[in-house]
């Protein structure tokens, strides 16, 4: 079991750049598969980006792809989401989640909000 904290969130205009952090403890870090997944408001949670424990391969959902970049560094036990040319579509709450297997995910982070202004 890991324990997840997600931040870098906050308030961007249409076109802008954020990065998000999530941060494990608790448990070996690296052995994990680690998920972006993000949920509007009154929607209901999807996957957005995801790495696998090497960071060798990484999964993008369509909406996202050339625009967000996930990526990790297993010293610091902490995977980034890289978000550039953000749209007011992309405005939710971004949780952060970890599992041994790819599209198994057991532990979640309580999310970071990310509101894209128009």
């Known amino acids: 079991q890991v324990q997840l904290v997600e931040s870098g969130g906050g308030l961007v205009q249409t076109g802008g750049s954020l990065r998000l952090s999530c941060v494990g403890s608790?448990?070996?870090?690296?052995?994990?598969?680690v998920g972006w997944f993000r949920q509007a408001p009154g929607k209901e949670r999807d996957f957005v980006a995801s790495?696998?424990?090497?960071?060798?391969?990484?999964r993008y959902v369509d909406s996202v792809k050339d625009r967000f970049s996930i990526s990790r560094d297993n010293a610091k036990n902490t995977v980034f989401l890289q978000m550039n040319n953000v749209k007011p579509e992309d405005t939710a709450v971004y949780h952060c989640?970890?599992?041994?297997?790819?599209?198994?995910?057991?532990?979640w982070g309580p999310g970071t909000q990310v509101t894209v202004s128009s």
């Open positions: 989640a970890a599992g041994v297997q790819p599209g198994s995910y057991d532990d």
């Open positions: 608790g448990g070996t870090f690296s052995r994990y598969v």
């Open positions: 790495i696998t424990s090497g960071g060798f391969i990484r």
